[in-house]
Each structure stands twice: as C-alpha cells, then as structure tokens.
Nanobody
Framework: QVQLVESGGGSVQAGGSLSLSCAAS????????MAWFRQAPGEEREFVAS????????????YYADSVKGRFTISRDNAKNSVNLQMNSLKPEDTAIYYC???????????????????WGQGTQVTVSS
C-alpha cells in the first residue's frame, strides 16, 4: 500500500519561509515524477512544482508554476524516497493546503496535470498573513 505523508507547513508572515517534506512508502518513486499541488479555499487544486527523471543517469527535470518561480525550490532525496518544497518570499496568495503527489508516468508534458497522478498525501496547511 502506497502512502505519502507530508510534514512541515504552518503559519508565517508575508516574506517569510517554510519548508515542506513528503515521505513515500510502499514503492520507490526514483524513476517517476513527484510533485506538489495546492488548493486554496473555493479554488481548484493547482500545480506548484514537480521533479521527473529525465531518463538519463541521475538527471531530473524540474518544473514550476509561473506564480512560484524564483521563490520555491523542489528537491528530491531518492535515498529517503522523499520530495521537499522550500518556499521563500511567501505571499498571502500562497495560502492553501499543499498536497504531495506521485505518479507512474514518464512523460514530462503531463507533470502539471493533476488527473495523471496516482497517489496523494493528506495535505498540509500553509497560511501566509500580510
């Protein structure tokens, strides 16, 4: 049984930083995409960032939503079967529940499509006050 368990999150003032972690168990995702999505109240769940194996050696491709580029950094630790999200320069509009996701596809064109992900964490709240 695959499980994704997020940790981190919390409350911070605008301009501050938070770090999220997601540990996977039940299968290894080193060759598959892992990602972060978020969902604000009344909004649809949206793509934040993903990391997917390029198919060559240990190189991973990384993708970000335009709204977080330059502020958020996604990274993965295959030894721990985990993915992290470092969030800097946080804004009130970053307030949302953040979800970790993992999938079993190889096509980089699909990384922002939430319907393509097979496994989801329970979510962790991030609140940014102005």
């Amino acid at each position: 049984q695959v499980q994704l368990v997020e940790s981190g999150g919390g409350s911070v003032q605008a301009g501050g930083s938070l770090s999220l972690s997601c540990a996977a168990s039940g299968r290894t995702f080193s060759n598959y995409p892992m990602a972060w999505f978020r969902q604000a109240p009344g909004e649809e769940r949206e793509f934040v960032a993903s990391t997917i194996w390029s198919g060559t050696s240990t190189y991973y491709k990384i993708y970000y939503a335009d709204s977080v580029k330059g502020r958020f950094t996604i990274s993965r630790d295959n030894a721990k079967n985990s993915v992290n999200l470092q969030m800097n320069s946080l804004k009130p509009e970053d307030t949302a529940i953040y979800y970790c996701a993992a999938a079993l596809f190889f096509d980089s064109a699909l990384v922002a499509d939430r319907s393509r992900y097979d496994y989801w964490g329970q979510g962790t709240q991030v609140t940014v006050s102005s």
